[in-house]
C-alpha cells in the first residue's frame, strides 16, 4: 500500500513544491542576457531532464572556451523514471530565475542541479545549505538520546551508502525510538570518490546536528550529498530496520551472566558437601550395625550370651 501512496504524493509534492534552496557562487561573474554563455546554458539544461531519468544522474557540457557550460542533474535514489523528469524538468526552468551568476545550484525535494563555467566533475567541495523548512519542524522530548539514536542511524547509513559495491551512493533505512521511528536518508553524486562521498556526509551530519538537534526533522543539501530525517516514512524504497544499542541492556546482561555463575557456584558446593555428609554417614552405619544370629539355624545359648555381651555398653 505504501509503495503505491508514496509516489502519488511525491507528485503532488512536486507539483505544488518550491525549491528546498537556490545557491548562487559569489565567486562567479555574471553572464549576460543573449550571451553565447547563455545560450549554452539553456541547451545544457534542454538534456538534463531526458537524460537524467535514465539512471538518475546525468553530467555534460556545451560550448567551448570561456563560454563552454557544465552541468549535472541527480535525482533521489528512490524516484522512478517519471517523478525524476517532472522534476529536472520544472528545475532547469527556475534555475534560470534569480540571480545570473555562471555558477549555480537548485535544490528540490527529489532532484537537483548544478552549472557552472568550470568543470567540477572531478572535485569534492563541501558546500552545506540549511532549507528553511527546518525551522518549522517541532521539538522532541528527550533530545539529547534522540540524537545519539539519530546519529547512530545517519552513520551506518553513510557506511551503507559510501562502501556497498553500487554505484548508486544512496541509502535508507528507519531505527526503533521511544513509541515511533526515526527514517533517514543519505546520497552522494555518484561522480565522486566513496573516501569523498564518506567524508562530505560526515560534513553534512555535523550541520545536521547543529540546525537540527533536537527536531523531528532536518535537511542538509550541497553539492555532492544530501542528508535527511523524518519521523515519518518519506522514501519509497526498501531500507534497512536498525535498533540501537542500549548500554544498560548491555550492564544487566552482564550482571545476569555473574548471578547466574554464583548461583551455579554455590549449587554445585552444597551437592559436593551434601555428598560427603551422606557417604560418611553411610560409612558409619556400617561399621555400627547389629549383625543378628541366623534365625534358621539351632539356637545356642552360649551364642547368644556373646552377642549380647559384645553390644552390651562399655
Not at 549555480?104 to 566533475?121: A, G, L, P, R, T
Not at 547543529?210 to 523524518?230: P, T, Y
Request: glycine fraction near 6%.
Amino acid at each position: 500500500m505504501l509503495s503505491a501512496i508514496i509516489p502519488l504524493f511525491m507528485l503532488s509534492a512536486l507539483a505544488n513544491g518550491n525549491p528546498l534552496y537556490t545557491y548562487c557562487f559569489n565567486d562567479a561573474i555574471n553572464y549576460t542576457a543573449n550571451s553565447q554563455f547563455e545560450d549554452n546554458l539553456h541547451e545544457l539544461l534542454h538534456w538534463l531532464p531526458s537524460n537524467t531519468s535514465v539512471t538518475g544522474f546525468y553530467n555534460n557540457y556545451f560550448g567551448d572556451g570561456a563560454d563552454r557550460v557544465y552541468g549535472e542533474a541527480l535525482c533521489r535514489g528512490d524516484v522512478n523514471q517519471t517523478i525524476c523528469q517532472n522534476c529536472i524538468k520544472i528545475a532547469s526552468q527556475e534555475v534560470l530565475n534569480g540571480c545570473k551568476s555562471k555558477e549555480k545550484i537548485i535544490w528540490y525535494e527529489f532532484c537537483q542541479i548544478h552549472y557552472s563555467f568550470q568543470n567540477f566533475s572531478t572535485l569534492m567541495v563541501y558546500t552545506g545549505k540549511y532549507p528553511d523548512s527546518n525551522s518549522l519542524e517541532k521539538n522532541v522530548s528527550n533530545p539529547s538520546h534522540f540524537n545519539e539514536v539519530l546519529m547512530y542511524l545517519m552513520n551506518n547509513l553513510s557506511s551503507e551508502a559510501s562502501f556497498t559495491p553500487t554505484k548508486r551512493m544512496f541509502a535508507v533505512g528507519e531505527i526503533k525510538f521511544s513509541k515511533s521511528n526515526i527514517y533517514g536518508l543519505v546520497q552522494c553524486t555518484p561522480d565522486i570518490k566513496k573516501s569523498d562521498c564518506r567524508s562530505c556526509i560526515t560534513s553534512a551530519l555535523g550541520d545536521l546536528n547543529a540546525c537540527c538537534q533536537g527536531l523531528q526533522g532536518g535537511i542538509v543539501v550541497s553539492r555532492n550529498c544530501n542528508v535527511r530525517f523524518e519521523l515519518y516514512r518519506f522514501y519509497n524504497a526498501s531500507s534497512m530496520s536498525l535498533t540501537y544499542p542500549s548500554p544498560a541492556g548491555g550492564k544487566w546482561k552482564i550482571g545476569m551472566v555473574g548471578a547466574v555463575t554464583c548461583i551455579s557456584a554455590f549449587v554445585i558446593a552444597v551437592l559436593i558437601v551434601s555428598s560427603v555428609v551422606y557417604l560418611r554417614w553411610k560409612k558409619g552405619g556400617q561399621e555400627g550395625r547389629i549383625v543378628l544370629p541366623n534365625q534358621s539355624s539351632t539356637t545356642d545359648p552360649s551364642a547368644c550370651d556373646m552377642t549380647l555381651s559384645s553390644i552390651s555398653p562399655r
